[in-house]
């Protein structure tokens, strides 16, 4: 391919012709991020202005407790994605629009006069190695061009002797005539044939030289290639690392507290209970008896009394341990450590709830599946 294309004479301005290509290529990557950038900025703000409008009518909503944090939870998302795609819209500018332009123009040198240096040094020396061939290509081409000429010469000549003999009509001395013309033509042909020779051994002397040369400047030329296809190979692979957001340590660090969140709020909402179900737990709970009247108390009257408060709390309540922590998420919630016990006041209701008091007294809501009964 090498042969048949670049050697020719003056078929190396495609080659030549790639410097300038590769710096619109440039110009034009550089505007295809820019655009990119510009998308990514305004699904930002799109994001950031529906969580502003979103976010008095989540919070005036009638919903309460793990829901109503669960919606919240929601809306903060977008300001954390919205946060995330301001951040490409950055990377594609400062880093990969401006990395690009820096390489453009350390590697791209312009001239006054138009055109860029690198172009100018390819085409010289590209014109340089040729400039010796092309001349004895044109030495070659006139010197086959004259032997055919010869060729054709002589060949009529020969065609008009044949002609010639044995023809009555013709003169002896014309017939004689016309085979000195045809040996001088024959003659003339030699000498060409040996000039042709000549220079085409001239030409194949020089043909090793010569595309030593050309195959210098061309792997000038292809490393120069090589150079500006890496760099733009790894321009593209940062870009793609910028857009990747299921790959973006960025993005993970946005999502699994969300996902966490909403997996947080997914138990399902405790009821709210009345004061007269409060109260009448409070009369139960409370309960203990006590002596009417005051007396020296025997052993066997305080082992009595013992067994009746035992007795009492075990109306009130069922003793629980639990089997992992929990914190309240709310006021009304307990919060405790796995292997803690307290008393259990009120059975699980149909959404997962139970009612529990600690043991310095303090009542509060439990998911029944953190606990198991002592």
Excluded at 120 to 125: A, L, S
Excluded at 132 to 142: S, T
Aim: aromatic content about 10%.
């Amino acid at each position: 391919m090498f042969y048949l294309s670049v050697s020719q004479p003056g078929n190396y301005q495609r080659t030549v012709k790639r410097t300038e290509d590769a710096f619109q290529a440039c110009n034009d990557i550089v505007a295809c991020f820019q655009e990119r950038a510009r998308v990514e900025r305004q699904y930002a703000q799109q994001l950031s202005e529906w969580s502003t409008k979103w976010k008095p009518l989540v919070d005036a909503s009638p919903l309460y407790g793990s829901l109503l944090q669960a919606w919240q939870c929601f809306l903060s998302s977008a300001d954390r994605f919205s946060s995330l795609h301001s951040s490409i819209c950055r990377a594609l500018v400062s880093e990969d629009g401006d990395r690009i332009r820096t390489w453009q123009k350390e590697t791209f040198h312009k001239k006054i006069f138009g055109g860029f240096k690198e172009s100018q040094d390819f085409e010289t020396g590209f014109s340089r190695a040729q400039k010796p061939w092309a001349k004895r290509l044109k030495k070659l081409e006139k010197a086959k061009s004259a032997f055919h000429k010869a060729c054709r010469k002589e060949h009529m000549a020969r065609e008009r002797e044949a002609h010639a003999q044995g023809n009555p009509d013709i003169a002896i001395e014309k017939q004689r005539k016309i085979q000195e013309e045809t040996e001088l033509a024959h003659q003339e042909t030699e000498k060409v044939r040996a000039r042709y020779e000549k220079v085409l051994e001239e030409v194949t002397r020089y043909a090793p030289r010569y595309m030593e040369e050309m195959e210098s400047i061309f792997d000038q030329s292809q490393e120069e290639e090589r150079k500006r296809i890496s760099f733009l190979k790894q321009a593209f692979l940062s870009i793609h690392r910028h857009l990747d957001v299921t790959n973006n340590e960025r993005c993970v660090r946005r999502v699994i507290p969300v996902k966490s969140q909403f997996l947080l709020y997914s138990v399902v909402p405790k009821p709210t209970f009345t004061p007269s179900l409060t109260l009448s737990l409070a009369l139960i709970l409370f309960q203990e008896w006590t002596p009417d009247k005051k007396h020296k108390k025997g052993k066997k009257e305080v082992e009595q009394k013992a067994v009746v408060m035992e007795r009492s709390l075990m109306i009130g309540g069922v003793r629980v341990r639990a089997l992992y922590d929990y914190v309240g998420q709310e006021t009304d919630e307990l919060s405790f450590k796995a292997g803690e016990e307290f008393l259990k006041i009120e059975d699980e209701d149909d959404q997962g709830w139970c009612r529990g008091m600690m043991d310095g007294g303090k009542e509060g809501l439990y998911p029944a599946n953190y606990v198991v009964v002592v």
